[in-house]
């Protein structure tokens, strides 16, 4: 039988994708591999919490094809029909090439986590029935900021050059975006064939060159809101007008540019010219926002109760679906300029 390349594979027989943990990341990285032809294990250590998790999954996947977002898949029913709910780890890890870890964000848990993933993975049942599967396997965490080199450094070598980090953003079905971080001794091919078939299912991702905390989006994203609570702390803006300021300001360019492409484009001769007009600047600007603040109990409050006047607690769950409703029409759009784009460059 000829060789075949893991794209062929995933046209011709559909790979497995085992899903670790049946929470909201899990279940929207389920959505993820069950909408690009992976047929999901998912487990959770929770019993029942698994299969009780089916019905959220096939009514996600219903308001993405209201909104046009489901394609290459026909139907909710047939997307949840992609999708098991396993009993066991030993069930779930059958046959995977792609293993997504969803365990809360603690290094005791993730630890566990992949102590019980190798444990099976190196099971002689487990590799009498799948000889090849550590010479293919990709074994991922959802780590939003630790490190993988902080749970799988222990691990028996053959299975932590399999491991690495792989960072969806938050609700993981609708964000393109996912950080691969892979450690020091995860292997090259593996960091190249995860990032292959990320962007196979219809992932953007990136890679981190080498470990560190929080990875990329979580320190730019600290970065904005330690400022923003600093002039909020010091009283000059109220909370809601520096959410006007993001999201009618710097926002509207961020969501189809970078910031290095914002700047290339907001100077006559490019980013060479931008900094040469704006950096002394910008540097004073980082001297005075150099000193580490931690967000005091008064500043919290103050932007608490500011939303809380906008928005009560029991209102919190029904924005966040407005919030999913407005991402998959902002996706809608992406997707539709970028094909307009793209045929006027054919």
């Known amino acids: 039988m000829p060789h075949l390349h893991m794209s062929q594979l995933l046209v011709q027989e559909p790979n497995v994708a085992t899903i670790v943990g049946s929470?909201?990341?899990?279940?929207?990285?389920?959505?993820?591999?069950?909408?690009?032809?992976?047929?999901?294990?998912?487990?959770?250590?929770?019993?029942?919490?698994?299969?009780?998790?089916?019905p959220l999954i096939h009514a996600m996947g219903q308001q993405l094809k209201d909104n046009n977002l489901l394609h290459p898949c026909n139907s909710a029913d047939e997307l949840v029909s992609r999708i098991k709910a396993c009993n066991s780890l030993e069930e779930a890890l059958k046959g995977a090439l792609w293993v997504q870890e969803c365990a809360p964000e603690t290094v005791e848990l993730k630890q566990k986590a992949f102590d019980e993933i190798q444990r099976v993975l190196l099971l002689e049942e487990t590799k009498n029935s799948f000889p090849h599967q550590l010479d293919n396997i990709v074994v991922a965490s959802s780590s939003s900021a630790i490190p993988s080199s902080s749970f799988t450094s222990h691990l028996n070598e053959e299975v932590r050059r399999r491991c690495l980090i792989a960072h969806p953003v938050n609700p993981v079905h609708l964000i393109p975006l996912v950080e691969i971080v892979p450690a020091s001794y995860t292997s090259p091919d593996v960091t190249a064939k995860a990032r292959k078939i990320l962007e196979e299912v219809g992932k953007k991702p990136i890679v981190v060159k080498r470990e560190i905390d929080s990875f990329i989006l979580n320190r730019l994203q600290s970065a904005v809101l330690n400022e923003a609570f600093k002039l909020v702390e010091e009283d000059y803006i109220s909370p809601e007008d520096l959410d006007i300021t993001m999201k009618d300001g710097l926002g509207l360019r961020w969501s189809f540019m970078g910031p290095f492409e914002t700047i290339d484009l907001n100077a006559p001769l490019g980013v060479q010219d931008y900094a040469t007009r704006y950096s002394g600047n910008m540097f004073k600007l980082?001297?005075?926002?150099?000193?580490?603040?931690?967000?005091?109990?008064?500043?919290?409050?103050?932007?608490?109760?500011?939303?809380?006047?906008?928005?009560?607690?029991?209102?919190?769950?029904?924005?966040?679906?407005?919030?999913?409703?407005?991402?998959?029409?902002?996706?809608?759009?992406?997707?539709?300029?970028?094909?307009?784009?793209?045929?006027?460059?054919?």
């Open 23 to 54: 929470g909201m990341v899990g279940k929207s990285w389920a959505i993820v591999f069950a909408k690009a032809g992976f047929n999901v294990h998912l487990f959770d250590v929770i019993p029942e919490a698994a299969q009780k998790s089916i």
């Open 286 to 346: 980082a001297q005075q926002q150099s000193e580490p603040r931690q967000w005091s109990d008064k500043v919290v409050s103050t932007v608490d109760s500011a939303r809380r006047e906008l928005l009560s607690v029991d209102q919190l769950q029904q924005r966040a679906k407005w919030r999913d409703s407005r991402l998959m029409g902002l996706l809608n759009h992406k997707e539709s300029a970028n094909t307009a784009e793209n045929s006027k460059l054919a």
